[in-house]
C-alpha cells in the first residue's frame, strides 16, 4: 500500500495520538521559529523529522556526536554472528534532504534564560524550543575496578551499539572452546528490559554453533527476568538446555580486571569473557542542563508534551526521561514520545491546543537464535486525573512462542524505525 503525503500524516496522527500540524509551506528564513535537537538517536532524529515534516516553515537543527547512527536494536545479533554492524549503522543525508540540519559536535551546555546551546567547539546555536534526547550514560561510581579507561576496554558494557558491540564480539570469537561467559545484568530501569535476555540467547547461539563445551553465567542483579520471561525460558530450557546458569539477586560489588572475576556481595565469579552492563542514568547533558528530577538518574516530563517539569523550553525524551509506571525504556517508546513532543512543540510555537490524552504504543521484538523472535507490545496513555502517562488495561500483548515470521517481523519494525527517524 502506497500513501500520498496528507494520507501519511493522518496515519501517523492516528497511530501516535498526536495531531499532526502543518505549518506553512517555507524552508524558514531570519523570523522563523528555531528547534535545536540535542542527540540523533532514536528520540532525537524521530523529533526533528516529524518537526520539519509538520511545520516546515521551523528551522530544525540536530546537534549529534557521532556521523552515523548505529542502532542498538537488533546489535545483540552481531555478537551471535547473526548479522553485521554495517547492516546497523546508517548516515544522516535523509535526514538533511529533509531539510534538517544536521551538526556534527558535543552539545556541552544549554543555556535555558539566553535560549541558546553550547557546543564543545565554543559555537552557540539559539533556539526557541529544545528537545534533548542524550540517550544514557553509565553509573561508575560504584565499581571501583572500572575506573580507568583501560580497564572499561577490557570489560565491555556493549550497551551503546558501535565499537563495544564490535570489540566484545571479537572477544567471543577470541575465547577458548569450554570457556565461560560472564554477563552482568544492572538492577531496572535500564534501556531495553528485554535486551539482556536476548544477549544471553544471541551468545548461545553462537556458543552452541561454534565452541559447544563453553558455558554462560548470567548474573542478574534483578530478582526475576524482567521481560518475556516464559518465553526466554523456553529457549534456555530448550535449545540451550545446560548452557545457561541463571542467578538471580547477583548484585554487583566489583570488578578484578586483572584476575578476570565479577565480583558480588559473597561471591566472586571468574569467567574467559566479562561482559558487565553498569547502571544507567540520564546523558550527560541532562545533567550539566538541571533536567534531573529522580534519583540523580532522569528527567521528569510532561507526559503532554515532554516538556522538562524542571526548565521552561526544554523537553526530554525517551531513556533520559524518569519512565512513566510499567513504560520501557525502548526505541519504540523514543520514537512514540518523539512524535508526541513535535506535535507539542508545533503547538506551543505557534500557539496552538496540545493533545490532551496522547496515546504510545510500544512493541520489542527479541532474537532467540538467528531468525526466530518473540514479541511484547503495551499501550499507555495520558490520564489527566493522575497526570501520568498509564499502561491501557488488556491493551498490547506477547508472543505463544518463539518464530521465525516474527523474526522477519523484528527486521521489518527495525527498518521502518530507521527510515521514520532518518528519512
Ligand atoms: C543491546 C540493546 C538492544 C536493544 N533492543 C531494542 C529493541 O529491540 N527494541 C527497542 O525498542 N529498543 C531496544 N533497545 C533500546 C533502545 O536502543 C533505546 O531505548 C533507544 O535508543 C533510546 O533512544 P534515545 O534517543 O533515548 O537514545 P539513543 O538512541 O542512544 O540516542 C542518543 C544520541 O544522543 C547522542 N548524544 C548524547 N549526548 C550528546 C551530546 N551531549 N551532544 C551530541 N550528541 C549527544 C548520542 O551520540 C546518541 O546518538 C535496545 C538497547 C540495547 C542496548
Known amino acids: 500500500m502506497t500513501l500520498n503525503r496528507r494520507e501519511f500524516m493522518k496515519w501517523v496522527a492516528a497511530s501516535t495520538g498526536t495531531a499532526a500540524v502543518v505549518g506553512c509551506a517555507g524552508t524558514g528564513g531570519p523570523s522563523a521559529s528555531r528547534v535545536v535537537v540535542i542527540g540523533g538517536g532514536y528520540g532525537g532524529a524521530t523529533a526533528a523529522r516529524y518537526v520539519k515534516e509538520w511545520a516546515p516553515d521551523i528551522d530544525v537543527t540536530v546537534v549529534e556526536r557521532s556521523n552515523t547512527f548505529v542502532s542498538c536494536p537488533i546489535s545483540n545479533l552481531v555478537l551471535g554472528g547473526n548479522t553485521q554492524i554495517g547492516n546497523l549503522t546508517m548516515g544522516y543525508e535523509g535526514l538533511r534532504a529533509r531539510g534538517v540540519r544536521v551538526v556534527r559536535g558535543e552539545a556541552v551546555a544549554v543555556d535555558a534564560a539566553a535560549k541558546q546551546v553550547r557546543l564543545a567547539d565554543g559555537s552557540t546555536l539559539a533556539y526557541d524550543r529544545v528537545i534533548v534526547s542524550p540517550g544514557i550514560d553509565f553509573i561508575y561510581d560504584s565499581i571501583p575496578g572500572l575506573q580507568s579507561a583501560d580497564a572499561q576496554g577490557r570489560v565491555l558494557h556493549a550497551w551503546k551499539a558501535g565499537p563495544q558491540t564490535v570489540a566484545l564480539r571479537k572477544q567471543l570469537e577470541a575465547m577458548r572452546d569450554g570457556g565461560v561467559f560472564v554477563f552482568h545484568i544492572p538492577m531496572a530501569p535500564y534501556r531495553c528490559p528485554p535486551g539482556p535476555y536476548e544477549r544471553v540467547c544471541q551468545v548461545a547461539d553462537y556458543l552452541k554453533r561454534s565452541k559447544p563445551r563453553s558455558k554462560i553465567i548470567v548474573l542478574d542483579s534483578n530478582p526475576d527476568i524482567t521481560s518475556k520471561k516464559g518465553l526466554f525460558l523456553q529457549s534456555w530450557n530448550g535449545v540451550y538446555k545446560g548452557m545457561i546458569d541463571y542467578r538471580p539477586n547477583s548484585e554487583l560489588a566489583d570488578v578484578d580486571v586483572k584476575g578476570m572475576a565479577v565480583k558480588l556481595t559473597f561471591d566472586s565469579v571468574k569467567g574467559d569473557v566479562l561482559n558487565v552492563v553498569p547502571p544507567h542514568r540520564a546523558g550527560d547533558i541532562a545533567r550539566t542542563t538541571g533536567l534531573i528530577t529522580a534519583n540523580q538518574r532522569w528527567c521528569g516530563v510532561d507526559w503532554r508534551t515532554m516538556e522538562s517539569v524542571a526548565v521552561k523550553g526544554i523537553h526530554v525524551l525517551a531513556d533520559a526521561t524518569l519512565s512513566a509506571p510499567a513504560m520501557p525504556k525502548s526505541g519504540s ?25 496522547p496515546v504510545m504504543m510500544n512493541t520489542c521484538y527479541s532474537f532467540v537464535d538467528g531468525r526466530s523472535a518473540v514479541h511484547v507490545a503495551s499501550v499507555h496513555q495520558y490520564d489527566a486525573a493522575q497526570k501520568m502517562t498509564l499502561a491501557v488495561k488488556g491493551a498490547g500483548g506477547l508472543s505463544d512462542k518463539a518464530n521465525e515470521l516474527e523474526g522477519t517481523y523484528a527486521w521489518g519494525w527495525a527498518r521502518n524505525m530507521w527510515g521514520d527517524a532518518l528519512g
Request: hydrophobic letters at 55%; glycine letters at 8%.
Open 333 to 357: 517508546m523514543a520514537n512514540q514520545q518523539a512524535k508526541v513532543c513535535a506535535a507539542a512543540v508545533i503547538a506551543l510555537l505557534k500557539g496552538g491546543p496540545v493533545v490532551e490524552k
